[in-house]
């Protein structure tokens, strides 16, 4: 093993979050991966896919259902017949299409969603708060979950064999009766779980250059936070989308992760650029006394991928 070699290891893994937006292209992060692979970097990669779940459900006669909970958040509403199609894009298409990119770009990938294993598990989560026409509502029949453990023996096993894990959701989400379901997560969030359980240090790439203080204005972009006073600034210009993977931040640094960077995934080696400073870097020190991550919404259901 070179001296270079030696660094790499020793430097905490890296997740990066690949977004599922058409405006994602993973090309230049497929070419990260396999550089810092082969330069001896731990990376778990993570993605989404909310574009071709959407895609997929159309095909199939359906419309997609989009809901927003009484913090304001929007996610998809996932019923049986969501969740088959959501199952199929995700664990069947993206994440061996994705793995099969690795593979010919030289990284020795393994494809996983959170069931595999246990790797992504907590309780499904079968009925959610939504709000329509300005009335609050319960909505049963939601196949989601939020991720309360990660097996992170299973993902640093694989990483001491050389290999790289590809992860999406589904979840494995637990029934009160001890059954298991697969169920949709948010895949910033868990991006966030991953990172937190590993300690490694989070890349959230998206189709942006970073968290906007103007969110109509790229000029405003803001490079980093690294006070409480910093971190509710980002959170109080990321709006939309930007707001899910801020809170998906706060989680990952509550959780472990050294520093999250939200970065623009098309530009060139973004995930080395990130890495090196390009983006909205959000440091562990952001959140002061917080590590419990109370600067995160608890009430996101109804998530997308």
């Known amino acids: 093993m070179t001296g270079d070699d030696r660094g790499a290891a020793d430097e905490p893994p890296v997740v990066a979050k690949i977004g599922g937006a058409k405006a994602v292209d993973p090309a230049g992060a497929v070419g990260d991966v396999a550089h810092l692979a082969a330069n001896g970097r731990r990376v778990v990669v993570v993605h989404g896919g909310s574009t071709v779940v959407d895609e997929t459900i159309e095909r199939l006669g359906m419309e997609p259902e989009y809901v927003e909970s009484a913090s304001g958040v929007t996610g998809r509403f996932t019923d049986a017949d969501t969740m088959e199609a959501f199952t199929?894009?995700?664990?069947?298409?993206?994440?061996?299409?994705?793995?099969?990119?690795?593979?010919?770009?030289?990284?020795?990938?393994?494809?996983?969603?959170?069931?595999?294993?246990?790797?992504?598990?907590?309780?499904?989560?079968?009925?959610?708060?939504?709000?329509?026409?300005?009335?609050?509502?319960?909505?049963?029949?939601?196949?989601?979950?939020?991720?309360?453990?990660?097996?992170?023996?299973?993902?640093?096993?694989?990483?001491?064999?050389?290999?790289t894990p590809v992860v999406s959701p589904p979840m494995e989400g637990k029934e009160s009766d001890g059954g298991v379901t697969a169920v949709n997560t948010d895949a910033d969030r868990a991006a966030a779980a991953v990172a937190g359980a590993l300690d490694a240090d989070?890349?959230?790439?998206?189709?942006?250059?970073?968290?906007?203080?103007?969110?109509d204005d790229p000029d405003t972009l803001i490079e980093s936070a690294a006070t409480p006073d910093d971190?509710?600034?980002?959170?109080?210009?990321?709006?939309?989308?930007?707001?899910?993977?801020?809170?998906?931040?706060?989680?990952?640094?509550?959780?472990?992760?050294?520093?999250?960077?939200?970065?623009?995934?098309?530009?060139?080696?973004?995930?080395?650029?990130?890495?090196?400073?390009e983006g909205t870097t959000?440091?562990?020190?952001?959140?002061?006394?917080?590590?419990?991550?109370?600067?995160?919404?608890?009430?996101?259901?109804?998530?997308?991928?």
């Open 88 to 163: 199929m894009a995700m664990a069947g298409k993206l994440n061996t299409e994705l793995t099969a990119r690795f593979r010919e770009a030289g990284v020795d990938a393994v494809g996983l969603s959170g069931v595999d294993g246990g790797l992504l598990s907590g309780p499904r989560k079968s009925a959610v708060r939504v709000v329509e026409d300005g009335k609050r509502k319960i909505k049963r029949g939601e196949h989601s979950g939020r991720i309360e453990s990660v097996n992170d023996d299973l993902l640093a096993g694989l990483l001491a064999d050389g290999y």
């Open 202 to 215: 989070l890349v959230l790439l998206t189709d942006v250059a970073g968290v906007y203080a103007d969110p």
């Open 231 to 277: 971190l509710d600034a980002v959170e109080a210009a990321a709006e939309g989308f930007m707001g899910k993977k801020v809170m998906a931040a706060t989680e990952a640094l509550s959780g472990g992760s050294g520093r999250v960077v939200v970065a623009d995934a098309n530009v060139r080696d973004p995930i080395v650029a990130a890495l090196g400073g």
């Open 282 to 305: 959000i440091e562990r020190s952001a959140l002061g006394d917080d590590t419990d991550g109370e600067h995160a919404d608890a009430d996101t259901e109804g998530e997308t991928a």
